[in-house]
């Protein structure tokens, strides 16, 4: 049964850190692409990341160069280490899967995955 989890989330205040985990279950991250998404309340679910199975990452505008992806295939969990936090960056965040090598050109639509986490909430606060 394919499942992800998501762990992690906080309160931080804005410039502050926090890593993000997605442990997968059910399949490996030889074969499943991973991605990382955000839902702050009354906006649409937003694509933050994604995470090929060779490593290769892709980012938001609104998060490049802020945040980081990357994948533990030994522990079958991917991390989003979040630096320099904003009060826009407050949402909930879902990691999400589907069984490709490659994150599509379009990985940041939610309706590219059919399996989701259950969210972290991500707070920051000035």
């Known amino acids: 049964q394919v499942q992800v989890v998501e762990s992690g989330g906080g309160s931080v205040h804005t410039w502050g850190s926090l890593r993000l985990s997605c442990a997968a279950s059910g399949f490996t991250l030889d074969y499943h692409v991973i991605a990382w998404f955000r839902q702050a309340p009354g906006k649409k679910r937003e694509g933050v990341s994604c995470?090929?199975?060779?490593?290769?990452?892709y980012y938001s505008d609104s998060v490049k160069g802020r945040f980081t992806v990357s994948g533990d295939k030994a522990k079958n969990t991917v991390y989003l280490q979040m630096n320099s936090l904003k009060v826009e960056d407050t949402a909930v965040y879902y990691c999400a899967t589907t069984p490709s090598y490659y994150c599509s050109y379009g990985w940041y639509a939610p309706a590219e995955y059919g399996y989701w986490g259950q969210g972290t909430q991500v707070t920051v606060s000035s």
């Open positions: 995470i090929g199975t060779d490593g290769t990452t």
